[in-house]
């Protein structure tokens, strides 16, 4: 029997309708179970209603600005704490919300637990690169500030990661620098730097710069929370700006706006490939069960591409693989093939 | 007599061709007097040669990709190292160099010197905002490892910088951090926070995202050297993977490639102001001199706004309001009020 995935009902800016709506929509699209977490009189006032979608009741909801630790910890009866509860109980296969990204984090490593041997789970974005494989980011915020020896169980996983969810056999790592050569940067970056170059069973290609990471040189990039989240950030500004700058101009004279409605069509596959909604949002890697964390403004179509991933993560044994790509060291490994 | 600009000749991807053609195109233009440094038989050897400009003679070259430290120690007599001398002894009034970063920083602050009081001079990186004043970015490179105290300075140089070089009145300073609550990030982002929100004389607007560089809510971006390179490399890499795709699928069919004719002239103030080239360079704020550091790849036109940018700034008497701006604590200050 398939279990489901458990959709935090309650989390999102668009919450609970847009949520509500995507789960419904996962379940006939996917013909995958689906099980709804948060207040029963909300998800049932939502048009439409559950769709026949089971509900796990949940009284409380941790806002999108509360503090997560303290969240977590006093509403123990909230959507996003009972979502974790579900997979930890073996009632649910894996757990999406668009919620309080931290709680999200607090809620599934309090409740999971960490893989053996994972020191800090970490947040891997993909990132969107048209005409590519995405690029995966991480850690994309969980971690402020890090150790060399976390960069490389980051590595790990995010290689794990890239192949399970991309297809690629071999993924190329990359550590975020300020340039190439492995002397450049800071204490932490030159670390990990010998770190990842002595690690085996993964493919190292040397440190990157931020400007690879929306390109097809590099398959998974690696640094701190600090940095990947400033970068993850300031991408999306960018991104942001420069087509509402382009539509603007696109409207500039009437013979611009008639050029520009023929061009529409050629723009929307690009369009398309870079709308984070069709990503499928991020993982939080080195728990003990899959955790997808959507960004705040997901739509129902957002949920439906979550809960289409967390089931293939799940169908491919996502976490066994994490677990075993970092959770016993090489010393561990030798010791449990001669015992 | 005005001072000429000091022209760095063998510097960049495109020296010395580009260098010196832009050379002789800003003291035409601008009616202001430039002085290339470099090999004169290369110079000469240029298309149009040196067009009747001084030229101070260096024998040596600093590679792009060579070790900034040993070659500034090892090349006495390379141009980067001349040219900052020329600065230091009077004989030019700034120098511009779109060669090797790291030495260029190097010979301005071994040859002219720190201002008094100044930790760590930084590097300041106009971001062009379409429809608004460019966002300063500061330190985009100069410090990969900083001390919340540095940062304080960085912001002080920043907001004169701003003021004086684009008009801003009361330029708005954020500090970059990965959520505008004071209490997220690094030890180092928090402690930083502290002091530039007791300091004086600057309008603080508190902790900023990634996401505002490119926009007009922010005048200056404080952070350090490794995140401001990072965040700067990965705007770079976005724009222009978003431009070639953009291209790209304006290529799409006979019906998009004229549509997009039409299209062209509507985006290309877009893509002007956009240029890196005109821009005008990064600047070195700091040191006891103008140093302007121009991007490797910059084209004659870049080198103008270069020299234009350069005259500016010694005629706004930058150098000196960055040194009241910081040179000097507030107990230094009330001292020689009272001397």
Request: glycine share 10%; hydrophobic share 45%.
């Amino acid at each position: 029997m398939t279990l489901p995935v458990a959709v935090d009902a309650m989390g999102g800016d668009r919450a609970p309708a847009e949520i509500v709506t995507g789960a419904r929509l996962a379940a006939a699209e996917l013909q995958r179970p689906v099980v709804l977490v948060g207040r029963p009189e909300a998800i049932d006032a939502v048009d439409g209603g559950t769709g026949g979608l089971e509900v796990i009741a949940a009284t409380e909801v941790i806002a999108m600005d509360e503090d997560p630790g303290q969240g977590v910890r006093r509403k123990k009866d909230s959507s996003l704490v009972r979502a974790a509860e579900a997979v930890r109980d073996g009632r649910a296969a894996a757990m999406v919300s668009a919620g309080n990204t931290g709680a999200t984090m607090a809620s599934a490593l309090l409740r999971m637990g960490r893989l053996p041997g994972v020191a800090r789970p970490a947040i891997a974005t993909p990132i969107p690169v048209p005409g590519s494989t995405p690029t995966v980011l991480l850690d994309a915020g969980a971690n402020a500030e890090c150790a060399p020896a976390w960069l490389l169980q980051f590595a790990q996983m995010g290689s794990v990661f890239a192949r399970e969810r991309f297809g690629i056999a071999e993924p190329r790592v990359g550590l975020l620098s300020i340039g190439e050569e492995p002397t450049k940067g800071t204490p932490l970056v030159r670390e990990a730097h010998e770190l990842l170059a002595g690690a085996s069973g993964m493919r190292f290609i040397g440190n990157v710069e931020g400007r690879v990471i929306l390109s097809d040189t590099v398959d998974v990039v690696v640094t701190d929370g600090f940095t990947g989240n400033v970068a993850l950030k300031t991408m999306e500004g960018t991104l942001r700006f420069l087509v509402g700058a382009i539509l603007e101009s696109f409207s500039a004279s009437e013979e611009a706006k008639a050029a520009a409605e023929v061009l529409l069509p050629a723009l929307s596959p690009l369009a398309d490939e870079l709308d984070p909604d069709s990503t499928g949002g991020a993982m939080l890697l080195g728990v003990d069960g899959v955790c997808i964390i959507s960004h705040g403004s997901s739509s129902a179509r957002a949920i439906v591409n979550a809960v289409r991933v967390a089931h293939e993560m799940v169908e491919r044994s996502l976490v066994d693989a994490l677990r075993d790509a970092v959770g016993r060291s090489p010393a561990e490994r030798s010791r449990l093939r001669s015992g």
